[in-house]
């Protein structure tokens, strides 16, 4: 009698989850030469429409990049095999920055070009007033000018996000959503065999879509985000939008300390305990510009869990009764401006 082997449910219910997740998140082994095609194409269409917008002839274009005519050619036709010295000549002889043929910018119109070089020209402490100042614009565009009820936390691992959170939305009566959690509801598995499978872009793909879910299902939340959120610039700048932002962060120590707290194997030995310390000052380091983006920032080091929730509920308070005045102010400016023009 023959066996037919038969996978236990919670097996088959695995591979179901994981089955969704590979449809959700493009194949890490799709071929890499499609990939290379596409970009050499889109590289050499922008060189090809950067020559003509300057009147320059192949031939003037090849020679001022100290390449040939033919190679020329098949770059402009995606089919050469361009380095990044040539494509930093080309730039040049363009008179353009070479990332300016890599990044995908056509699409915005020219005048997102302009406005990209008007804030090249501003100081640097004046370009964060003026990012304020078209956040707070954009969110008084609503009926009413009203703030939307959205709180994320922002911050290290071991920052306090995952025990303030909880708290604060209980406190403010809004529900609790923790990012990564969604993450790994939508893929069917473990934050470390999402890595592992679909790599860091597979990652940040899907944390992306599961931010858009929350603000499309969710007016009114409290949510925990994961510690390197703030390295992708979009869905940075789509949280800085769409949530008033607060950083929490400790002395690096203190994070270390949390983290060991909670038992992970990760940092079990002294080796990965010291490894691990200096991940943390690494990454605080290098992300500490990118936190300070955050509407609001609160130092959790050495504070009582009652104390920092009573810090962090008064942050709130106090940007909701700011959002408050500034809309107030906007909706008589709009009723001012209205009264003048019909009369």
């Not at 033919?70 to 089919?79: I, N």
């Not at 065999?193 to 793909?205: D, E, H, K």
Request: hydrophobic share 45%.
């Amino acid at each position: 009698m023959s066996r037919t082997s038969v996978a236990p449910g919670g097996a088959v219910r695995r591979q179901a989850a994981v089955a969704a997740a590979q449809a959700a998140v493009p194949s890490a082994s799709q071929p890499q030469a499609d990939c290379d095609h596409g970009l050499s194409r889109k590289v050499g269409l922008r060189i090809r429409s950067a020559r003509l917008a300057r009147a320059m002839t192949m031939k003037q274009l090849a020679a001022q990049a100290g390449i040939s005519l033919p190679y020329l050619s098949r770059v402009e036709k995606g089919d050469g095999n361009i380095s990044i010295a040539v494509l930093h000549s080309l730039a040049a002889a363009l008179n353009l920055p070479a990332g300016s043929l890599l990044d995908d910018t056509e699409r915005y119109g020219a005048d997102y070009a302009l406005i990209v070089e008007w804030l090249k020209r501003q100081p640097a402490q004046a370009l964060g007033e003026l990012r304020k100042t078209l956040l707070e614009r954009d969110a008084t565009s609503g009926p009413g000018g009203a703030p939307v009820e959205r709180v994320a936390l922002v911050g290290l691992r071991g920052a306090g996000k995952s025990t303030l959170g909880p708290l604060l939305a209980e406190r403010l009566g809004l529900p609790f959503v923790e990012l990564n959690r969604e993450v790994e509801r939508e893929a069917g598995m473990a934050l470390g065999a999402i890595f592992s499978v679909y790599g860091q872009a597979g990652f940040r793909q899907l944390e992306r879509r599961c931010l858009e879910r929350v603000i499309a299902s969710h007016r009114r939340v409290v949510l925990a985000t994961g510690g390197g959120i703030v390295v992708e610039p979009a869905t940075y700048e789509l949280l800085l939008h769409s949530f008033h932002t607060v950083w929490l962060h400790a002395e690096p120590r203190e994070h270390f300390r949390r983290v060991m707290a909670q038992h992970d194997a990760r940092i079990a030995t002294p080796q990965l305990r010291d490894e691990a310390m200096a991940n943390i000052n690494g990454a605080l380091g290098e992300r500490r510009k990118l936190y300070a983006l955050a509407h609001a920032e609160l130092d959790t080091t050495g504070k009582t869990v009652q104390a920092l929730t009573d810090e962090l509920q008064q942050l709130v308070d106090r940007a909701g009764s700011q959002a408050e005045a500034i809309g107030a102010l906007s909706a008589g400016k709009r009723a001012a401006s209205s009264t003048s023009s019909s009369a």
